[in-house]
């Protein structure tokens, strides 16, 4: 399912290659920066994958003050926190360096900076009324592709459940593309992210709302994902770093422009009860949405087995659908994603709540296929039992 009649409109612009992390001063001074908020985890720190930018902003005489208290599915209280530094700060330009998390706090706070509120009050479709504090998104993994959506995924700490600023005003405004940044990525977390960005380029394709641009964007991700993937996490070299990089860029367009699934809804609803790493709780539920969801487009289900690498040439256009969730399942193994029933914490009990969750989720309505909760509450039981 394609649209006929849409819009495509990327207000981000992407610099991409080696070492091209370190014009992010540059960038800053160029939006006329009088001081930069430098978001980035402790352990992007730790890992010195700021050192070249703070070098280059301090030869670019540009003050700046760093925000690390960022954690896993960033929450509601800690984009407070990330306002309130920044405007004590006097912060007028940000600059992400990290993955998802670092980069949706960052886009948090600059809503916060040109709105006011909580970030509550900014969740949803198209609620800005201005564009936020100018961001420059350095992504230190290839998964989430935020450096180029207009979302912000934040967990509301009270209701635990994540909430979406969705809105073209939200995005980056440059985002800097290095795949030096992988190089000495852990390799659980190059897995994970992985078939986050693969995910992405899957429920993109296949999703209600995909429009030619997305499907071109989605079916060239999921074709270098599927080629660099493996090797990135097992042996990683510049060449899979710089095919895992722009697959997640470019899946990242596909579904910032499109939208995502059934996927992301229970995965969405896993991580807000747990706390589960969104690339993991992606990858359990994948092959076994894709299986539920191919009867509603078998066609674009097999185009997908395609790219993934699987020969089709011998099947129907059935087998060659469901092909695609035995592929990805394979792809997962392969990177040692771990199984459902393995993650911590997880209770059969919660799967009516969470199913309710899922069905609650923004993306619902855009799953290729109708469904409910009490679908989604058989697709969390499914998932469990494999």
């Not at 059934?262 to 589960?276: N, Q």
């Amino acid at each position: 399912m394609t649209l006929t009649t849409y819009s495509f409109a990327l207000p981000t612009r992407i610099e991409f290659g080696p070492g091209i992390s370190r014009t992010a001063a540059a960038e800053a001074k160029a939006m006329g920066a009088s001081k930069v908020l430098l978001v980035a985890d402790k352990g992007v720190l730790n890992a010195g994958l700021t050192i070249a930018i703070e070098e280059e902003l301090k030869k670019e005489q540009l003050p700046y003050a760093i925000f690390d208290q960022i954690v896993p599915n960033p929450r509601d209280v800690d984009c407070a926190v990330g306002w309130e530094f920044a405007k004590k700060e006097g912060a007028d330009v940000i600059i992400a360096v990290g993955g998802g998390s670092s980069m949706d706090t960052a886009k948090a706070i600059g809503v916060l900076l040109t709105h006011g509120g909580v970030i509550q009050d900014w969740c949803g479709f198209q609620l800005l009324q201005r564009e936020i504090t100018p961001l420059i998104a350095v992504p230190t993994t290839a998964g989430t592709g935020s450096e180029v959506t207009p979302f912000a995924v934040i967990t509301d700490s009270q209701q635990h459940v994540k909430l979406n600023v969705f809105d073209p005003k939200a995005a980056p405004k440059v985002a800097l593309v290095d795949p030096e940044m992988l190089l000495n990525l852990p390799s659980h977390i190059m897995a994970s992210c992985g078939i986050d960005a693969m995910t992405h380029a899957v429920e993109a394709y296949t999703c209600k709302v995909a429009s030619p641009h997305t499907d071109a964007y989605a079916l060239y991700a999921i074709d270098i994902i599927a080629k660099n993937l493996v090797k990135a996490v097992k042996a990683p070299d510049l060449a899979s770093c710089t095919g895992m990089m722009l697959g997640s860029t470019i899946a990242g367009i596909a579904f910032g422009f499109a939208d995502v699934g059934a996927v992301h809804c229970m995965a969405e609803a896993l991580g807000g009860r747990y706390d589960t790493p969104h690339g993991v709780a992606n990858a359990v539920f994948l092959p076994t949405v894709i299986e539920f969801n191919a009867p509603a487009d078998y066609q674009k289900h097999a185009d997908v087995a395609r790219y993934l690498g699987v020969d089709t040439s011998g099947m129907s256009v059935e087998e060659a659908a469901l092909a695609a969730a035995d592929a990805l399942a394979k792809l997962c193994r392969d990177v040692d994603i771990p199984k459902f029933n393995e993650l911590p914490g997880v209770d059969p009990a919660d799967f009516e709540a969470l199913s309710i969750a899922a069905e609650k989720n923004v993306s619902t309505p855009s799953n290729v296929r109708e469904i409910t909760a009490a679908d989604f509450l058989q697709l969390f039981r499914k998932a469990y039992e494999l």
